[in-house]
């Protein structure tokens, strides 16, 4: 059993910052790739950014030059810092990650998600 755990979400003012932080734990041999995902009202679930087991980063367009993903292998842990916020990044936000468990077969697990609000 896995458990993945999204924490960090909130209220912020346009401008503003957050960092969001996710946990892995259970039965976890390795982590693959780690990355954060968010659905607005109405939208599909679009992918954020991700990050490789190497380091290897990837985001989507509207986030470049704002957003950080990181992670932290000792602690199967992955963050998002997002800077200059904009009401256009409000959304759920979901933690997804790929872990080779005690099944020895990769398995992408979702956490429940938290929510982020950007808005004056």
């Known amino acids: 059993q896995v458990h993945v755990v999204e924490s960090g979400g909130g209220l912020v003012q346009p401008g503003g910052s957050l960092r969001l932080s996710c946990a892995a734990s259970?039965?976890?041999?390795?982590?693959?790739?780690m990355g954060w995902y968010r659905q607005a009202p109405g939208k599909q679930r679009e992918l954020v950014a991700d990050?490789?087991?190497?380091?290897?980063?990837n985001y989507v367009e509207s986030v470049k030059g704002r957003f950080t993903i990181s992670r932290d292998n000792a602690k199967n842990t992955v963050y998002l810092q997002m800077n200059s916020l904009k009401p256009e990044d409000t959304a759920e936000y979901y933690c997804?990650?790929?872990?080779?468990?005690?099944?020895?077969?990769?398995?992408?697990?979702w956490g429940r998600g938290t929510q982020v609000t950007v808005s004056s």
């Open positions: 997804n990650v790929q872990v080779l468990g005690g099944s020895y077969r990769w398995i992408n697990y």
């Open positions: 259970g039965s976890i041999l390795s982590i693959n790739a």
């Open positions: 990050i490789s087991s190497g380091g290897q980063t």
